[in-house]
Every structure is written in C-alpha cells, then in structure tokens.
C-alpha cells in the first residue's frame, strides 16, 4: 500500500487539531506513514501537538509523528504540505483590524487595508516556504496552501515562483455552499456550484441539485433570513460565534441591490464599507473574539489534558479541515473531481487578464487543478473584479520593487476606502506597526494634500 509523508506549516494553528481529526478520519484515502509540525515558534507548537497527538492516538499508533523547527527535517522526503502561516500571529491580526478602523476604514484579516497589511507580511515568508520545499521535498510534492491573504500570497507566488507546485485554497466557498445545502435540506456533496471571482471576491451563479438549479429558492430564503438556516446550530460551530452570524445575515444585504447571483460573504466589506464601520466595534474585533475563543479554549483544552488525561474538545473538523483533505486526495489519487480553487485564469474568463488567479470550479489531478471554461462575465462583476485585481497586483509590485508609491496606489485602488488621503494615513500607520515585518518602502514623490 502506498503511504505518504505530509508536513504542516504552521503546525501551531488554531485549526491543527481539526485537520488533523480529517486526516484521521480519511487515513484509507491518504494512508500516512509521517505526520509533521513545523513552526517557527516551537513554543506554541508543542502546545498543539499535544491536542494533535491526543486526537491520532484514538485512530493509530503506527503514524511517525515529528514535531520541529527545522525546516530540513521538516521537509525532507514528504509528498505534501499544508500551509497556515499566520505571519505576524494574532498580535498583528489585531492591529491588521484596529488601525484602519481607528481611520473609519474597514478593519478586516483578508480585505481591505487589513489584508494589504497582510499581504505585505506574507509574500517572503511564502516564497521562503516554498523554497524548503523545493529544496527538501520529493520533487512531486504539493503545497496545499490555506495561508491568508491567499488572493495576495497567489499572486505572490504566481509572481515570485511562477513554476511551484503550490495549489492556493480557502473554504469559504466550501462554508457557504454548506449553509446553502443546510438550507436546500440536501447534503453538501450534492451541490454542483458555478462561480467565478477572486478569492474572498466572487459570486455563485448556479447552485444545482441533480442538475436543477436551486438558485431561485435560496434566494427567497436570502430575501427573509440572510444565508443561514433558521436553526444557527445546525451551522458549524467555527461559523456560529456573533460576527460570523452576521456576515452569513449580511448577503440579504448585498442581494436585496444585487439579487442576480449569491456574493461570497467578504463582498459584504466592498459593497457597505461605510455600513461595516458604523456596526463594528473599534475597541473589540475579530482577532479579540478569536484570541478570547478560540484560541484561549485550545490552550485550556491542552492544559486541561495534561493535568487529567481527558480531552474535553473532540475537535470537531468541519469544512475547513475536510475541504484541504479532499483537495490533497484529489491530488494524490488524481481524482480529478471538481472544486473551488484558485488558479491561473488563461481565458478561463475571457474578459480578466489572462495573469489573473482566479478563483473557479477546476478538477484537481495530480498535475493540478485544470479550470473549466467559465466564459464571460457580467461588465458590472468584471468592473468590480478588475479594480480589486489591479489593488492586489499592484501591492505584489509594491512588495518586490519596495515601492511606497505602488503601495499608496494598491491602498487608494481599494474600494474600502473613500479617498487617497485616507489611504495613506492608515498606509503609513500600518508602516509602523508593521516595521519588523514588511519590505522596506522607499517613497520618491512630495507631500501632498
Ligand atoms: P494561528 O496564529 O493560530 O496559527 C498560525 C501559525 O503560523 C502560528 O503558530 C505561527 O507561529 C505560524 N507561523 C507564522 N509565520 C510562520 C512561518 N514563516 N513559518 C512557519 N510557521 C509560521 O492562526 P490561525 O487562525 O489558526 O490561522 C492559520 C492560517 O490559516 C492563517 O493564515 C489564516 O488566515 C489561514 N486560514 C485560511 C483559511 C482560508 O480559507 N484560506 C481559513 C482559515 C484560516
Ligand atoms: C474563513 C475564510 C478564511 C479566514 C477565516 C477566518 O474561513 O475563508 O480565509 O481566515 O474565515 O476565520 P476566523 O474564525 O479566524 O475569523
Ligand atoms: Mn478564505
């Protein structure tokens, strides 16, 4: 039987645990001879690993299991590695959040400046990855990369690393179609989703059920409830804290104006900028509610265990850690079935750029993921697309040329914010709290306004 050795990036993850819970649960489809944690902070990884192995030791004791900062013994020989870098941990997520709200701008992890902030970050540590890789890992491995911003880091690498083996993936797709099927009373598995976008930008067309397409019926339900079923617990439970209820609530909003197709839920900060500023707490944001969360429940769990033996989170593994699962199966068995991804766009939309990563429905072999034809869109989605396209490219130039003005043009591009003043007041707060993490900016232009 073939087995396969797979490495975690960021192997101190709040979502370690649950992926590894889907591993296990899919280990006849991936049989694992090797499991290993790699972080660069080995402090917060021993922690995780202790819930990590709790959760293998009720599958197998045969998987060797390797628990490292060392990227060579990390890397070498596997045949796959999930990336979760959070560059710059929760203590910069928060900060990603508060500066722009702190100038009535959007204060979000992916988009807007938060994701720019973000992205600035991300993109050497990405390609510092990807370099291990290629130089420890067979030369057939794949990354499966989960590492936010992924728009931006895909686009990076694209960039950077145009001929890595790296497959860019986010499960909000995945999420949202869960609440469509919760909705629909099917099973996720039976929906066939048409979609185009960037990542955390795009929009379902079709949700069909055995070649019906159910789009209608979940749009009258939008019109009432927003996309969340009237039983929230029936929702996974990573989506079930406040904020996220929101956000599920939100796409009424956007589709009581736009009611053609479903919008991914991060349209909802492009669309009401303004709206999101008014509802969101300056003081208090996501990374506190995660951080607060969980985050702290993790930590409680582990020490907890450790004192009594009981580990009290099952570690319940949801779309998240089943979706990259899926992906790595599809990969290594080249099942060729169809998902959600990010790719080179190559006229699979005629009217983006052909360099554009997009995010469409591809099948996923073991050379990659081929996209299907999408064709074109609508000039009002593609209008849209372009502008938040040409945000992201231009911060990736801005990154390899250390350019201050081309991250004063990404920032001003976003549509998150009103105007270019704006966006260089939080461009250049973001410069200082960011100052051990990003390129160095050289600015050549004078002062204005
Ligand atoms: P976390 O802070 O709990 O974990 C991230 C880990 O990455 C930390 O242990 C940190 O030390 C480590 N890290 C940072 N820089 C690193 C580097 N250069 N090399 C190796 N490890 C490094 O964060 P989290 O909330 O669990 O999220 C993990 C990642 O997954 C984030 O990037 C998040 O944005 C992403 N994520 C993406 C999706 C998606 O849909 N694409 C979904 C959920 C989470
Ligand atoms: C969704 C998105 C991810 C994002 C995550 C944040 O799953 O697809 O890209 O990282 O939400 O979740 P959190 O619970 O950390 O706010
Ligand atoms: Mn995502």
New binding site residues.
């Given amino acids: 039987m073939k087995t396969y050795k797979l490495a975690i ?8 645990p649950g992926i590894v819970r889907s591993l296990m649960d899919r280990l006849e489809d991936l049989p694992l001879s090797e499991l290993r944690f ?4 080995g402090e ?2 021993s922690k ?1 690993v202790i819930a990590a192995k709790a959760v293998i030791s009720e599958y197998t004791d045969r998987i060797n299991i390797v628990e490292t900062t060392d990227p060579q013994v990390a890397f070498d020989d596997v045949d796959f590695v999930f990336a ?7 203590a910069m ?1 928060e900060l990603d959040e508060k500066i722009p709200l702190s100038h009535n701008v959007v204060g979000q ?2 988009c807007g400046p938060g994701g720019l902030a ?1 992205g600035l970050r ?1 993109i050497f ?2 390609v ?2 990807i370099d291990f890789v290629e130089k420890y890992a067979k030369p057939s491995c794949w990354i499966v ?6 728009s931006i880091v895909a686009e990076g690498v694209r960039k950077l690393r145009p001929h890595a083996r790296v497959i ?5 797709p995945v999420a949202t179609m869960r609440n469509m099927s919760a909705i629909l009373g099917v099973e996720r598995e039976e929906l066939e989703v048409d979609y185009f976008g960037l ?1 955390h930008f795009g929009w379902f067309t079709k949700v069909k059920v055995d070649g019906v397409d159910r789009l209608p019926e979940l749009r009258e339900h939008i019109y009432q409830y927003g996309l969340l079923t009237e039983d929230v617990s029936k929702i996974d439970y990573r989506h079930a804290d406040s904020s996220w209820i929101k956000t599920f609530k939100n796409i009424k909003l956007i589709m009581d104006y736009f009611p053609d197709y479903i919008p991914n839920p991060y349209l909802q900060y492009y669309f009401f900028p303004d709206y999101i500023v008014e509802t969101s707490n300056k003081e208090y944001t996501r990374a506190n509610e ?1 951080m607060d969360g ?2 702290k429940s993790l930590f409680e769990t582990v020490k907890n265990y450790e004192e009594t033996g009981v580990l009290a989170d099952e570690f319940h593994v949801g779309v ?1 850690g089943i979706f990259i699962v899926d992906v790595t199966v599809s990969l290594a068995k080249n099942l060729a079935k169809r998902y959600l991804v990010m790719v080179e766009n190559n006229g699979t939309i005629p009217n983006l750029p052909a360099n554009a990563m997009v995010e469409v429905p591809c099948l996923i072999t073991s050379k990659g993921p081929v996209p299907e034809y999408v064709g074109e869109i609508p000039y009002f989605h593609q209008a849209m697309i372009e502008q938040q396209l040409a945000s992201e490219k231009i911060l990736v130039e801005a990154i390899t040329e250390g350019s201050y003005e081309k991250a004063l043009q990404a920032f001003t591009l976003n549509k998150t914010f009103p105007s270019a003043r704006v966006a260089k007041a939080v461009l250049d707060d973001l410069i200082e709290a960011n100052k051990e993490y990003w390129p160095t900016l050289n600015k050549k232009y004078k002062e204005g306004v």
């Fill in positions: 990036a960021g192997g101190g993850s709040t979502y370690t790699y972080d660069i902070d917060r990884q995780v979760q870098m959070r560059v710059g941990k929760y997520r992890e992916t973000y991300t540590p990405m510092e990855l990369n989960y590492s936010n911003p992924a860019n993936i986010c499960d909000m990542n995660v969980r985050e998240h």
